[in-house]
């Protein structure tokens, strides 16, 4: 996918998103109010429809076809495959279960979204997952995670997992990562935007 189809799909998926947020608070209080009684949690499962950075909503699509904008903050997590992401690492057609709580005021938002089925799953079983070789600077590290951020070049930026059993020396590499080093490494990318390390070089 280019660069251009890339930007096309994520304004797309934010047109939908902010267009939706308008009534978002009370389609979520209709669907949640009862349930969580103004106290509480409760979840919500459906498909991601996008991510709305600027209103800090995230749209999720019930079975129902009913979508509904739920908040989010820097406190929210995402989890998949037992690692945590940022809320922007969701794709459209991600499966979630998201964990809704009461903000009060008639606000919703969502403290924990579990990935249960990566839209990439279907393309990555196909044969896509080859070994390649990757470079750029690093721009953020996340060590509690086993992740980082590297930019490629024109301001394009992927992040870079280390993989579920990586190698001693890939551990000692990682360690040693610093902000604006210049890195190389064999990796497989799961999507246009993550990459899983293989070993660094």
């Known amino acids: 996918m280019t660069v251009l189809e890339r930007a096309t799909r994520t304004a797309l998926a934010g047109v939908a998103v902010i267009a939706m947020s308008a009534c978002a608070n009370s389609q979520l209080g209709n669907v949640l109010g009862s349930v969580l009684g103004g106290t509480g949690s409760t979840q919500l499962s459906g498909t991601i429809q996008g991510v ?23 406190q929210t997590v995402v989890l998949y495959q037992n690692q945590n992401y940022p809320v922007t690492a969701l794709e459209m057609g991600d ?4 964990n809704i709580r009461d903000a009060g005021n008639g606000s919703y938002y969502a403290d924990t979204i579990q990935v249960t089925q990566s839209v990439q799953n279907g393309r990555a079983s196909n044969g896509s997952q080859s070994v390649q070789s990757f470079q750029g600077t690093v721009r953020q590290i996340d060590y509690q995670n086993g992740m980082f951020t590297i930019n490629t070049g024109a301001g394009y930026e992927i992040t870079v997992s280390m993989p579920f059993n990586p190698r001693q020396q890939d551990v000692d590499y990682f360690r040693r990562l610093a902000r604006g080093q210049t890195v190389r490494f064999y990796g497989v990318a799961l999507n246009n935007e993550r990459i899983e390390l293989r070993q660094f070089y």
Do not use: L
């Not at 709305?52 to 820097?74: A, F, K, P, R």
């Not at 499966?95 to 998201?98: C, E, G, H, L």
């Open 52 to 74: 709305n950075t600027q209103s800090q909503q995230v749209g999720i699509t019930q079975s129902n076809g009913q979508t509904i904008g739920v908040g989010y903050d820097n």
């Open 95 to 98: 499966q979630v279960i998201a």
